[in-house]
């Protein structure tokens, strides 16, 4: 692992040229937009994680870790994944999850945009681990960030990480505000290997948030990671998924780690049941990067070939890889 | 002499290198014993949680972080011994929910009948605790409790 950090750290620092942007498929390039990648900084992560993160190098390269991470998270590395990989943009996302990942803020993530606000969009979040006590003060912050702070396009919520059920009325302002602002919401669905997560239902099944998507249709759902379970390597919530994204205009998903090694089992039968379920219109792409170097490319490499063995035609991938995130967004279309 | 100085080296460059981990964290072991109060008519089994009522400093401090749960049995009593990082957090929460349905799940989009509730108590330098938690309120998460408004 860590000579793979190593060269690849050295790969990005000195080589040459990127490649073209965007994927060739059936001999034309269609333009990339990864919409789920994280920033963030080493001393803003709980021990667990620090734990979790260390448990990837061998005894006694521990040390490096926080250096590493803090190198991944930089604004240098993403820029520099993203063009390894020939995505021509990404969405950035705050987080607020003390319990399990940390905390990457909606300023960080608005100044890290900054560095490259053609490529780069952020997504706001906000605090929930203590909303009887300054709900209301962290829902005028949301409102005000979402405003004011340069290149905020969307927001982003992880019920499971922030401890918080889907079917909690208390936090119904944070969609109300989001869409009367026109900001769509990515939210975290279905569980995940990190420690503190929650994994019971009614914090990762998408059904518990279906008054919600109800209740504000003006409101954009993006249900992330589309119900895959990267714990136990499951599809867990994929049928919820998509009855929800066919049955509501305001309700869409996001396939984040479905590239990843971890779902080699699973992403063939993935794209084959969008496909079947007629929800390709309702994918928008994203990696849930940067992991580790060269993971935003593994991802898409991984998840563009699984589409062609599912046979989706150019259109659709188009769709899925861009097309679908600028319509969403409101956005133009992104061309390579 | 040489092969001395060079294996000295390696071995203390290794112990420096291992010793660059955090530090394992000072462990407690406490006996609890959860009392549930019904709301009148509810049966079902108990299914307890156990968490530091505040965890970390600074800006990662945050209520309620998870320390063990015990699965839903049957009774209204329940002692339960667990090791966990004291010096880490302040206080434990101790939440209960009834399973009336014995689904396992804490209440479905459709069937909103389990009722939780959660109690809060310091554990200075206590090995063992008692506390009384009443379970009055269908659906809601520890959150929902604590920390309250004041």
């Known amino acids: ?336 | 002499m040489r092969k001395i100085i060079n294996t000295m080296t390696l071995g203390l460059a290794a112990l420096l290198l291992a010793g660059c981990g955090e530090p394992p964290p000072d462990m407690r072991t406490i006996e609890l014993t959860t009392n549930v109060i019904r709301p009148p008519g509810v049966e079902g089994p108990v299914e307890v949680r156990v968490f530091h009522a505040w965890f970390l400093e600074g800006n990662l401090r945050h209520p309620l972080h998870l320390i063990e749960i015990f699965p839903a049995r049957d009774g209204d009593s329940f002692t339960d011994t667990f090791e966990y990082r004291h010096e880490m957090g302040d206080d434990l929460a101790v939440f209960a929910w009834i399973d009336t349905d014995g689904d396992g799940i804490h209440c479905t989009p459709t069937v909103r009948d389990d009722p939780s509730g959660l109690t809060v108590v310091e554990d200075g330098d206590a090995t063992k605790l008692e506390v009384t938690v009443n379970v009055t309120e269908p659906c809601r998460a520890p959150n929902w409790f604590y920390p309250t408004a004041s």
């Open chain 1, 1 to 336: 692992m860590v000579a793979a950090v190593l060269a690849a750290a050295l790969l990005t620092a000195c080589g040459g040229e990127p490649p073209e942007p965007g994927v060739l498929v059936n001999g034309e390039r269609l333009a990339v937009v990864d919409m789920h990648l994280h920033t963030g900084a080493w001393d803003d992560m709980p021990p667990d994680f620090h734990s979790r993160l260390r448990e990837s190098v061998p005894t006694g390269f521990k040390w490096t870790m926080p250096f590493m991470s803090d190198w991944m998270l930089s604004t240098s590395s993403i820029l520099g994944q993203l063009d390894d990989a020939g995505i021509s943009a990404a969405g950035m996302f705050a987080v607020y999850s003390p319990h399990t990942t940390g905390i990457a803020t909606n300023e960080l993530v608005s100044e890290f945009c900054a560095t490259s606000p053609q490529r780069l969009y952020g997504f706001a979040s906000l605090r929930m681990d203590q909303w009887n006590v300054n709900g209301d003060e962290w829902l005028k912050k949301f409102e005000s960030d979402l405003q004011n702070l340069p290149h905020m396009i969307g927001v982003k919520l992880a019920h499971a990480h922030q401890q918080v059920r889907f079917d909690d009325e208390r936090f119904d302002g944070m969609y109300e505000i989001a869409g009367r602002l026109g900001k769509p919401i990515y939210l975290h669905t279905s569980g995940s290997p990190n420690p503190g997560i929650r994994i019971e239902p009614p914090y990762n099944d998408p059904y518990y948030l279906e008054d919600a998507i109800k209740k504000y249709p003006d409101t954009i759902f993006i249900l992330g990671h589309a119900g895959w379970d990267s714990l136990n390597k499951e599809l867990t919530y994929l049928d919820a998924v998509i009855d929800l994204v066919m049955r509501y205009d305001n309700a869409y998903f996001e396939p984040g780690a479905l590239g990843a090694e971890r779902a080699d089992e699973k992403i063939d039968e993935f794209v084959q049941r969008v496909k079947a379920g007629g929800a390709i219109p309702k994918m928008i792409y994203g990696s849930d990067g940067a992991q580790f170097p060269g993971y935003v490319k593994r991802h898409l490499e991984a998840f563009v070939a699984a589409m062609q063995r599912a046979n989706y035609t150019t259109e659709e991938m188009r769709m899925v890889l861009s097309d679908n995130f600028s319509r969403v967004f409101k956005l133009p279309k992104f061309e390579v």
